[in-house]
């Protein structure tokens, strides 16, 4: 016990009261996550498994040779097209989601066709976000168009 505090003080004093409260959070949930229902476990591990089964993340033997076969060619050094896998989000303002729409937006400004596929969640309301991407980043040229496959994520 006199381990613990020993060690809870520390770390008080090494990373102040906010520091301390967030590192309690994490080990409250990570001791906590044991005691958790095998139902909400296995529903997590499922909701995971379906998202990364989705035929969108699935490559043939064929796909992959063919990748390697281009790979290996030589190249103009000029990137033409490429695909965007993103995680859904709710703003733009932090986690990544920002900077991979800076990126997009000059290579878009360089002739690059970008195609942006928003996955995991099936009810992604890409018309609102379309909007929200088109007033931070009018340099691209934005739609929400299909084909949408939402079956996968159940």
């Known amino acids: 016990m006199k ?9 008080l004093r090494d990373n102040g009261v906010s520091g301390f409260s967030k590192k309690l959070l994490r ?5 906590l996550d044991g005691l958790r229902p ?19 993340f699935q490559v043939t033997n064929s796909e992959i040779l063919e990748s390697r076969h ?7 050094g000029r990137i033409r ?3 965007w896998f993103v995680p859904p989000f709710s703003h733009l303002s932090f ?3 920002y900077t991979i729409f800076r990126v997009i937006e000059k ?6 066709v970008n195609t942006i596929v928003i996955y995991g969640e099936p009810f992604f309301n890409a018309e609102k976000n379309c909007s929200l ?22």
């Open 38 to 56: 095998a139902s909400v476990r296995y529903k997590a591990l499922l909701r995971e498994y379906r998202e990364l089964s989705s035929p969108m």
């Open 81 to 83: 097209s490429a695909i």
């Open 107 to 112: 290579l878009s400004k360089q002739g690059v």
């Open 133 to 154: 991407i088109s007033k931070e980043f009018p340099g691209l040229k934005l739609s929400a168009e299909g084909p949408w496959e939402r079956g996968t994520n159940g």
């Open 70 to 76: 281009l790979t290996q060619q030589k190249t103009t």
């Open 95 to 97: 986690g990544g989601t």
């Open 3 to 11: 381990d613990i505090i020993k060690k809870t003080a520390q770390t």
């Open 27 to 31: 080990y409250s949930a990570s001791r």
